[in-house]
């Protein structure tokens, strides 16, 4: 397994385009989170799965984003209608949520989307 | 809410010194804490956990430490190599919360 893998690494659209992000987790992992950095700024929590359902949403969040896991394997983080302030690295981890309750994330390259 | 802190933003030190950065958090209620390190234009690279229950951990050089009532977690880099030279994040996870709340991080430089 090489890890978090994340896909397109870099993604340039006009304003009011729609684009999608795919992340493939490492296969063991049972929970996908995704996040957003800006320049400058730390990541900010999106979203995230347990096996294939999403049990939390952020408000940054908005009608314009959407998140799938079909069958609890890869996620898609999909953006209708991008506006500017939507550039941004879009950040994936995965994780094991076991017993022991450590969870550590592991994280993919990220998704750098510039919005033009 | 959670807020997390780094100061300061940038640290610029010669090869082979010590140092630490500094986390703070606003909530003393956290689950653990993590650093990570992101290297320029790349993804985050855990480094060391922390659970609420513990003081410290280590791994090789480096050593992070954690004082839940006083809000401070400190990341100890022993000398250091220009091979550190990346931004370090904390992040904390709040009981009953699966997010991470991070700090905007501190940019590390090592002179060589």
């Known amino acids: 397994d090489t890890g978090v893998s994340q896909d397109p690494r870099h993604k340039i659209t006009k304003r009011g385009q729609n684009v999608t992000f795919r992340c493939d987790p490492i296969s063991e992992h049972n929970r996908l989170y995704w996040y957003r950095q800006t320049l400058g700024q730390g990541p900010e929590f999106l979203t995230y799965?347990?096996?294939?359902?999403?049990?939390?949403k952020s408000r940054l969040l908005s009608d314009r984003f959407s998140a799938e896991r079909p069958k609890g394997s890869f996620s898609t983080l999909e953006i209708q209608r991008t506006e500017q302030g939507d550039s941004a690295m879009y950040l994936c981890a995965s994780s094991l949520a076991g017993v022991s309750g450590a969870n550590v994330l592991t994280f993919g390259a990220g998704s750098r989307l510039t919005v033009l | 809410k959670q807020e997390v802190t780094q100061i300061p933003a940038a640290l610029s030190v010669p090869e082979g010194e010590n140092l630490v950065l500094n986390c703070s958090f606003t909530?003393?209620?956290?689950?653990?804490l993590q650093w990570f390190r992101q290297d320029p234009g790349k993804g985050l690279t855990s480094l060391l956990l922390i659970q609420s229950s513990q003081r410290e951990q280590t791994s090789g050089r480096l050593n992070a430490s954690l004082d839940k009532s006083s809000g401070r977690s400190t990341l100890y880099i022993a000398a250091s190599q220009p091979g550190d030279s990346a931004t370090y994040l904390c992040?904390?996870?709040?009981?009953?919360?699966?997010?991470?709340?991070f700090g905007t991080g501190t940019r590390l430089t090592i002179i060589p």
């Open positions: 909530d003393s209620a956290i689950y653990n």
């Open positions: 799965f347990q096996n294939e359902a999403q049990l939390e």
């Open positions: 992040a904390v996870r709040d009981f009953g919360n699966e997010k991470l709340t």
